[in-house]
């Protein structure tokens, strides 16, 4: 389970609008992932503010990367995205059957 100090850092990561948009879209994406370039297009940023903001992702381990030819390839890290749900979801619904189905209702992709 994810520690309380990982968690609050991967959340004030995620406190940003751009980046949350971000990780929106590399989600979208899927395992391919998108480069730099493609995701500064799709959110109407420039690249240099979208590089800097995918660091941030990257220490905090939200995403990943590797290199493609000349471009940098990134991926939402989804082990981290479901070690987070896990960790605020934790024992939700404190033993309420009502509480839980409508915690997966809701949380259906």
Known sequence: MMKTNTAVKVLSVLAHEGRVSLLQTLVQAGEQGS???????????????????????????LVQVRRDGKQMIYCAEYQTLGALFA??????CGGHEDLRRTVQRVCKC
């Open 35 to 61: 480069s730099v370039s493609a995701l500064a297009e799709a959110i109407g940023q420039n690249i240099k503010t979208v590089s800097a903001q995918l660091q941030l992702m990257a220490d905090a381990e």
């Open 87 to 92: 960790f605020i979801m934790h024992d939700c």
